[in-house]
């Protein structure tokens, strides 16, 4: 019995329901109703994904689904994998959903205590119920707007449902169908708060206009396979890839790189994501990068390995760089943020880019010959997807609720919160610990798995092997490195010492929900770092679906990680235990002392006579970050402006000082703001050509028609 | 660099001979600082003039360092609080504060007539009282300003060296 066919229609089924139940429910019990139907759909789409990487294979063609085409579902182990990451999150993150939907929380309601005296506070124009009151209760009656209203509530199911159905789209036309259907529904949630800011509807604009110019390329790109080989269905574009010429072969695989790559959040092609994750409400935000950045990466591999058959180096060099250039841009510009969204979106480029940089490293294996090696990489690159999927979904989470709570997202006002709101720190503490990949968290395995397979590939012959791999060993340890400033920044300055404004001061822990939610997450994280060797078979199921390796990367049957083809064996468990054991050692030994010597004088803090020290002399996350800006000063170009007014009487005495810095996203600025200057400029121009006049367009039409028969003469 | 080591050659040794020990036991509490006596200086309200006396007490002359006593830039690091002036009223809480934040024992040297009595300054308006009046003192220098030496003869009492 075929557990995948049952899985894949309750998905469909329920991300139906869930739409109307969102679109139709009384309002206090929309959040529940829709997030039930989430929460199932995610449940579905484990068991489908976990049935296909336990070997199960499925295909159907439903021709009346779909008018021309019709649907084409075809379920391999790697599909599988995709699919079972994007259902666990999609059941957490719905858990959490609910509660964040709810009504309450500093953001929404302002309803902390001591609300009373937030006129004036520092925090008090974001979080006081003045400017709130009337917006909330509107929202809580009618709900036309924001996270509770009826359109995001009815689209959350939808998206959930696509991105889980993505990968099982078994031709060219259900998956751009699904793909869309996908980009067009997070389009709409990243929308929803587009009342409260209005930074989220420039974040709308570039979203939807890259995201597009992606489905274009992707449309191209297939279309061209599809039409070279000779049919839509995946079967018939593996059996023609063969044939095809290398030039079209190569054009595909770049033009669908490009869509994928921007999907996933790699630099250059990234500038959408440190606008649209920051700006989507917080349950979409882990969504969007959690799950729906992996989806890039199933692309990639489905088209290139899967499809295409892979290709010469040159396709995955030009990976590699893509990748290890993400990884380190994305990194350094997660250690310049201190909008904590935008700080966890920039890591999502970075983690993106070395699971892009794992993937490159696999494809250059399999050209050179080297197969075995090539598996290890490809499942080092899909663990990490899984373990980014795990520790940024709960990143993103405690991260949405620090928001509700205190209605910041700026570090620079945050602080206090781990006395205030104990829980959400801590599973921030356990997401922060994967995330900076040092052990024992989850990201630090699939991190050494990347580097083993990297070292030894030195033993690859080719000159592009010898100088690239050394470089991109190097990129993952800076991209570590800082990786571990950003996150000791976001955690020190954002839940530590004292509250920086009166949001912050404000804060109470989340509801039971959102808490239920990021425990399933920090569950996962925990059972992902201590035994990332349970996932081993699923891991080889996987790659050799991808057609990368038909030997198996891992040894299997181990708590522990053992590379099947070197000498390499790695037991996080064992490094868990002896870490806990040796802090819970050094904390007895330091309380030794203390306990001989009992005589013990409470002082007051010696504040060198200058009175209580404040919560503004604190470290902020600006100034945690500036040495690393000054180290990084020709990459990141940062902009400061000074400004001193004097008083009238004498230029000597200072009136006010005014100091500014930014520091811009580089390649942004580099890249697109010409492009775009360009395009406005030809915009401008083309306006000339529409005079009015009815004639000049008949005319237009007539020269038209005949260009394109003349095109079409010379060129058929 | 050269200039520098013909300065040295050639100003050769400035500081005095070392009078002879003090008699007098060192106090109870200084005993356990064993020679080594770190000391912050605290300017209740002078006029400058024991602070200079206590500059030259630390200069090249009188050297007090030789004898185990050294400034420190902090109470947190102090054994001693070494008080000048009448205390003013705005300088009083930053004095008890500075005393309180010392580690036991904290021992108070008041340096100068003001810091013993009020001086010239006693009935000003903003002078709230003597050191003694504000904190415990241990050890006293009097003087208008005392000589160095009698800064570092009271000095040598507490490192006994």
Known sequence: MNAVGPALAAVGGLAVAGALAGGLAPARVRPLAAGLCTAGLGAAGVVAGAAALGGARYGVWLPGLLPLAGVRLAVDPLSGLFMAVTGAVTVAVAVYGVGYASPGGGMHGGRGPGDEDAAGSAGGRHAGSDAHEPRDALAAGGGDHGVRSRGAQAVGPVFAGAMVLVPAAGSVSTFLLLWELMALASLLLVLAEHRERPTVRSAGLWYAVMTHLGLVLLLVGLALFAARAGGESFAALRAGAGGMPAGVRGTVFVMTALAFTSKAGLAPLHAWLPRAHPEAPSHVSALMSAAMVNLGVYGLLRVGFDLLGGGPAWWWLLLMGAGALSAVYGILQAAMASDLKRLLAYSTSENLGLVVLGTGAAGLFRAAGDRPLAALALAAALLHVVNHAAFKALLFCAAGSVLRATGLRDLDRLGGLRARMPVTAGLFALGALGAVALPPGNGFVSEWLLLQALVHGLAVPGAAAAVVLPVAVAVIALSAGLAAAVFVKALGVGFFARPRSAGAGRAVESPPAMLAGMALLAACCAALALVPGALGPALTRAVRAAGVGTEKPLADGELGVHLAHTSAALHPLWVALALVAGTAAVAGLARLPARRRARRRDARLWDCGGGAPTARMAYTATSFAEPLQRVFDDVLAPEQDVDVTPVRESAYLVERVRFQRLVPDRIEHRLYRPLLAAVSGLADRARGLGGGSVHLYLGYGLFGLVAVLAALVVGW | ?161
């Open chain 2, 1 to 161: 660099m050269g200039g520098l080591l013909r300065k040295i050659r050639g100003t050769g040794r400035v500081a005095e001979a070392a009078p002879p020990r003090p008699e007098a036991d060192p106090l109870p509490a200084a005993r356990e600082l064993g020679g080594s006596v770190q000391v912050r200086c605290v300017d209740a309200g002078s006029c400058n003039g024991c602070e200079i006396e206590i500059g030259n007490a630390f200069g090249p002359v009188y050297d007090a360092e030789r004898y185990g006593v050294r400034l420190v830039a902090s109470p947190r690091h102090a054994d001693v609080a070494l008080v000048t002036g009448p205390v003013t009223r705005n300088m009083a809480e930053p004095l008890r504060r500075t005393v309180a934040a010392m580690p036991q024992p904290a021992i108070v040297v008041a340096v100068g007539d003001c810091a013993l009595d009020c001086g010239e300054f006693a009935g000003g308006y903003g002078v709230e009282g003597s050191v003694v009046d504000m904190v415990s003192v241990d050890v006293s220098v009097p003087g208008c300003p005392p000589e160095p030496a009698a800064i570092v003869t009271a000095l040598r009492t507490l490192t006994g060296r």
